[in-house]
């Protein structure tokens, strides 16, 4: 139900899965995160509205390390929780102008969409080796990501088209159109990969979810 009171939201948008099944979901419009079991039971929140250490303003994307760790990003920074939702730290305030998505590597590097301009995007990659920064040439419209075997899968609502590229910005390919067929699109947004490699699009304004094989032909 739409609220404020726990178990209520308010235009949830990112969500996560840990490896024992608990859900992770930003309650974007109420600015926090809301944790549940794998049945869909409340288990704890935490956040409020601010722009200080553990506050949040719009959260809209979420991941859990396999460390347990969660890390979460709102208007202009990510913040890093423990498994209890206890604030640990936070970076990218002075890199990050308007990012969009994040996901984890299998090395452990987040990777997220960072729109500096109109004219292009970046993304920036924060790991153990420090910032890195490498320019796409997507049209702007980018919001959703996953990553998958080193490749960034990346999701175009305004040209419903979704990007496949290495992490260093190689193009790989770029599938889909605007239409309501099988393997058209309308404002595509989440993506994620499966464990065979097929890529999972939310086609929101198709009100539908469509899942690619991994030789990206419809299924």
């Not at 970076?91 to 109109?118: C, E, I, K, W, Y």
């Not at 919001?143 to 960034?152: D, E, I, M, T």
């Not at 770029?174 to 309308?186: A, M, P, Y």
Request: charged share 20%; proline share 3%; glycine share 14%.
């Amino acid at each position: 139900n739409r609220g404020t009171r726990t178990g209520e939201f308010s235009f949830p948008i990112g969500v996560a899965v840990d490896s024992y099944g608990g859900i992770f979901v930003t309650d974007t419009g109420n600015n926090r995160v809301q944790v549940f079991d794998g049945e869909g039971h409340f288990k704890f929140k935490f956040g409020t509205i601010g722009g200080r250490d553990g506050e949040f303003l719009r959260p809209s994307a979420i991941v859990v390390t396999p460390a347990g760790d969660i890390v979460v990003k709102d208007d202009k920074k990510i913040q890093v929780f423990d498994s209890e939702g206890r604030f640990v730290r936070r970076f990218g305030d002075n890199v990050l102008r308007a990012p969009f998505g994040l996901a984890l590597t299998s090395q452990g590097h987040l990777v997220t969409v960072n729109a500096p301009s109109t004219t292009g995007q970046l993304v920036t990659r924060f790991g153990n080796r420090g910032t890195r920064t490498g320019e796409f040439s997507f049209p702007i419209g980018l919001r959703f990501l996953a990553v998958s075997q080193q490749n960034l899968i990346v999701s175009d609502l305004g040209n419903n088209t979704v990007y496949v590229t290495t992490l260093d910005g190689k193009s790989v390919l770029q599938f889909g159109s605007r239409g309501i067929g099988d393997g058209l699109l309308s404002e595509p947004a989440g993506v994620a990969v499966d464990w065979s490699g097929n890529i999972i699009v939310a086609d929101s304004r198709n009100c539908r979810v469509q899942v690619c094989m991994e030789s990206f032909i419809q299924v």
